[in-house]
Structures are given as C-alpha cells and as structure tokens.
C-alpha cells in the first residue's frame, strides 16, 4: 500500500516514490509551478549571448549613415536595433550585479588564465553598460529630442554642443574597443576548447552544434 494511504485507494500498489512525488505536485504553490516553468538563468543568459551576438557585428559594421541612403524605413529599424542592443546590454549589466557572473573558469584555467577569464567577462559586460550611458548622455547633450527606436526620447535635450561632440568621440571609441574585447573574448574560447580540450565552445553553442566541434 502506498504511503500516502489516507489518500489513496487501499489497493494502489503504485511505488511509495510515485505516489509521494505525485502528492508533492497536487501541493506546490502557482508560484513555484511559474518558477518551474522558466528557463535556467544559464539558458537565458546562454539566448541573450546568442541574440546579442549578430547586433554587436552589425554595429560594429553599419553606422547610421550607412543606412540613410535606403530611406526612412531602414533607418527606424537600425534604430530599434539599437534599442534592443542597448535594453539587453542593461537586462545582463543588472543579471551580473544583482547575481554576479554566471560564467566559472573550468578546472583546466590555471594561474593568471583564471583572473583573466573572470576579468575578460565583468569588462565585456561594463562595457555594454557604459555604452549605453554615453548613448544616453549623447540625447541629453543634443541640441534636439533623440529618440531610440523611432519614438523613445533618450533624453530632454540640454543643447551643449561641444560636450555632445566629446561624448559622441567616446561613445565611438569605447564601442570600438568594446569589439576589439568581444574578438579577445571568441579567441580566448577557442584557444580553451581547443589547446586545453575543455569543451569551452559546447558550453556555450546549441547541443545541435556539438556534434561539430
């Protein structure tokens, strides 16, 4: 007779592990069955790195200009791309601070490669934070209503010019650099995966891939 026998018909002879794990299922809270529901913080931050990939590449390629010439309509998507580049950049800056970094150096990083592995990933993150505060301090300086995506003022506009100037230089420079560490960063990877044979690049790429790697 099963545990829960109070329960349960006298002549269930379901195993007690069952039967007790189906008792447990009728008594969680919706909140937990939510919960339950929701992917891993690794999963999502996993998505995240997959989807913030092609838009770092895309503007680190494609400036506004680029695309001017195609009209209109061309430019309001450039500029919610922007807007879902720099919402992420903020959802995992904040994932980072509130939880701290998702990714561990494996146990084949020795030495000076594990501060480096840690320091490698809180860069790459700050620098897509500090991105997107110089993108906003970019509206606040201008001299008209910058909106991202089209129809999201940035910033009320304090029309200061040379400071606008300066912080467009930054904004430039600091994207760029933020490219040069996200090529470190795939290096970095590759070289692990490979010379150490750490499964460095199966962590990160859909089980679909692993075959080819």
Not at 15 to 44: C, K, L, Y
Not at 51 to 74: E, H, R, S
Not at 96 to 113: D, E, F, H, I, N
Request: charged content about 15%.
């Amino acid at each position: 007779m099963c545990a829960n026998w109070r329960n349960c018909s006298r002549f269930c002879h379901r195993p007690h592990r069952v039967h007790d794990r189906e008792m447990d299922a009728t008594n969680i809270s919706w909140r937990d069955r939510f919960r339950q529901g929701m992917p891993t913080r690794r999963a999502t931050l996993k998505a995240l790195h997959w989807v913030m990939v092609p838009l770092l590449i895309w503007f680190l390629l494609v400036k506004p200009k680029d695309v001017t010439p195609f009209g209109p309509t061309a430019f309001q998507i450039h500029s919610i791309l922007a807007l879902v580049f720099v919402t992420l950049s903020l959802l995992w800056f904040a994932d980072m601070m509130r939880r701290g970094l998702a990714s561990r150096p494996g146990p084949k990083l020795t030495g000076w490669l594990r501060p480096l592995h840690l320091w490698m990933h809180r860069v790459l993150i700050w620098g897509l934070f500090f991105v997107a505060v110089t993108g906003f301090l970019l509206g606040l300086t201008s001299s008209i209503v910058l909106k991202a995506g089209g129809f999201l003022p940035i910033a009320p506009p304090l029309g200061l010019a040379q400071a606008n100037q300066i912080v467009g230089t930054i904004h430039i420079v600091e994207f760029y650099a933020l490219g040069v560490i996200a090529g470190g960063h795939v290096l970095f990877h590759i070289w692990r995966h490979y010379r150490l044979k750490d499964n460095a690049l199966r962590i990160m790429v859909p089980k679909r891939f692993h075959a080819y790697l």
